[in-house]
Each structure stands twice: as structure tokens, then as C-alpha cells.
């Protein structure tokens, strides 16, 4: 039974609501950019209950072997982070039905709000559930997204102050990535990509086949002479451009580990009031690790 004081919403009423709000954010984000209805989609969109930022943890690296930095600076985040709730089902492959990416691979929501999600969404899991969790997500080419949303917690019914999710996210079915390359100034600004990551473009091996614009969920990817052109300002940093170019002419650029360790953890700062332990490389000692 539903215990309204104890718990939020269940998962079978999640999915109602998100079935329901599901076409108002589509055309939210396609409308964002349109006179007048831009400013009244604006607050819907704006950070500091609005934000987004990618970790490319799906480099092309075989497990258990060198583990790709930003994969095991996600696996360092979620071991510092004292609670941690995995979803059964990834909400947005499941309501779209996906058939190209595992369903099962759901959201890790981090926090002291976590304790108001009702156990039918998923359950408390230890440091190495949540390390290996990435590492499927990882393993099936998806994007790990940070993500502070104000739908989020209405959706769950708790707080937003003390809520994170890490998002494992797709090109096909992802609320948060479809439906972006005709976004208004606001959506621009909620996607933020950590500083030190980005994209490389090699002009000899590049010859303009255009499969990188495709794979671009931003659109800010563009053929000028026949070569493949970044704007490095508003890339996310998610990296899925790179597979994507059968000639390698593409290359994600990335701070070292602890660097980008820092500036991960920096932003979960930013982002919100989730407290993180700071975990030494030198004692990250898991499975592969």
C-alpha cells in the first residue's frame, strides 16, 4: 500500500504523469525558439532548475581491461555519494518502447532525497551495484548525463536542494536529448559541458561524409568546405560523434583523471547540495579498476 507520508508517487503512477507531461516538453523544446511563446516556455527551461551536463563514459575501451578516465571518474562519484537508488527501467525507453537500448539500464538518483522514491521504482544499492551499473550502461554505448531537473523531484515526490540523478542516456528515446537541434537561447544554456572535455577533428582523415552531423543531438555540427566543423561553445562534450566516424578523423579530448575528477565533482556542486566524499585514485581498487 502506498504510504503518502513515507513515499512518493509509485512507479505505475510515474508513468502516468510522465506519459501525460510526455508531448507538453516536446513541444516546449521545439516552441522554445518561437516569438512570444519563447518567454513563456523560458522558466520551464532555465537553470538553476534546469541543468544537464554530459560524461562521455562510453569511449570504445574493452573491460576489464584500461578503464576509459571519465568512466572511472563516474565510478568514483557514485562510490563518494552515501545513498544511491537505481531505477528498475529507464523511464524514457520504456515509455517509447525502445528496442535498441536496454530498458533495464535506469537512472542512479543520488542523494538524501532519495529516501521519500518509492521501493517500487528500484532499490538502495551499495558502491559496487553502482559501479557496476555504469559499467553496463557504459558497455551498451549509452552517455551519462548529470542531471538537476526540476521534473524530477515533482515527479518522485521529494526535494530538488538534495537530488542528482545520473542519467544513462540514448539518441533515440531520451526526454532530455530529442528534439534539440531547433531549441530557443534558453535550452542552449541548460546543457553544460564540463570545461577541459571536447572534440578534435583531424582534417587529413576527415572527408565531409556527414555521419558525425547526424550523431550530433545539438546540431552543432556542420560540413564547411567539405570538413566537419564543431562550434566548441555549445558542443555538450558527450562524445558520441567519435564512434561515429568510421575514418577516426574524430577525437575526445579529456583532462587527466584527477582533473577531470575535480571538475566533476565541482559541478555536482554547483548543481546541487548533495554532499560527495572525495574518493583517492590511489584506493579505487574495484573489479577492472
Same mark, same amino acid.
Given at each position: ?10 512507479? %505505475? ?5 510522465? *506519459? ?36 562521455? @563514459? ?20 557514485? *562510490? ?12 524514457? %525507453?520504456?515509455?517509447?518502447? /525502445? ?5 533495464? @539500464? ?16 528500484? %532499490? ?12 553496463? *550502461? ?24 538534495? $537530488? ?12 532530455? %536529448? ?9 535550452? +542552449? ?9 571536447? @572534440?578534435?577533428?583531424?582534417?587529413? $582523415?576527415?572527408?565531409? /561524409? ?12 556542420? @560540413? ?16 558520441? /560523434?567519435?564512434?561515429?566516424? *568510421?575514418?577516426?578523423?574524430?577525437? $575526445? ?24 566524499? +572525495? ?11
Amino acid at each position: 500500500m502506498w504510504n503518502i507520508f513515507r513515499y512518493g508517487p509509485t512507479r %505505475r503512477m510515474v508513468r502516468v504523469m510522465i *506519459a501525460l507531461s510526455w508531448p507538453t516538453i516536446r513541444f516546449g523544446k521545439a516552441w522554445s525558439n518561437k516569438p512570444v511563446l519563447k518567454w513563456l516556455i523560458r522558466p520551464f527551461f532555465k537553470r538553476p532548475h534546469n541543468e544537464v551536463t554530459s560524461i562521455p @563514459i562510453n569511449e570504445r575501451l574493452e573491460l576489464p581491461g584500461s578503464v576509459p578516465v571519465p568512466l572511472r571518474v563516474v565510478e568514483r562519484l557514485v *562510490a563518494g555519494i552515501e545513498d544511491r537508488f537505481i531505477l528498475h527501467e529507464c523511464i524514457c %525507453r520504456g515509455h517509447m518502447q /525502445c528496442e535498441n537500448h536496454p530498458r533495464d @539500464i535506469g537512472c542512479i538518483a543520488l542523494g538524501p532525497a532519495t529516501s521519500r522514491m518509492h521501493p517500487s521504482h528500484g %532499490r538502495r544499492v551499495s558502491a559496487d551495484e553502482a559501479v557496476a551499473h555504469v559499467r553496463r *550502461a557504459a558497455k551498451a554505448g549509452l552517455v551519462a548525463n548529470l542531471a538537476h531537473v526540476w521534473i524530477d523531484p515533482l515527479a518522485f515526490g521529494t526535494r530538488f536542494r538534495d $537530488l542528482l540523478f545520473i542519467c544513462f542516456c540514448d539518441d533515440c528515446c531520451c526526454l532530455y %536529448r530529442r528534439h534539440m537541434t531547433d531549441r530557443g537561447p534558453t535550452l +542552449a544554456k541548460a546543457y553544460r559541458k564540463i570545461p577541459g572535455i571536447s @572534440i578534435e577533428t583531424d582534417g587529413d $582523415l576527415c572527408n565531409g /561524409c556527414g555521419e558525425c552531423v547526424k550523431s550530433c543531438f545539438l546540431g552543432e555540427i556542420r @560540413i564547411v568546405d567539405g570538413k566537419a566543423v564543431t562550434d566548441l561553445e555549445a558542443c555538450a562534450g558527450c562524445g558520441q /560523434c567519435v564512434p561515429a566516424c *568510421a575514418r577516426g578523423a574524430r577525437k $575526445l579530448v579529456i583532462p587527466g583523471e584527477e582533473e577531470l575528477y575535480e571538475r566533476v565533482i565541482s559541478r555536482v556542486h554547483e548543481m546541487s547540495r548533495v554532499p560527495v566524499r +572525495a574518493v583517492p585514485a590511489a584506493g579505487w581498487q574495484r573489479a577492472g579498476g
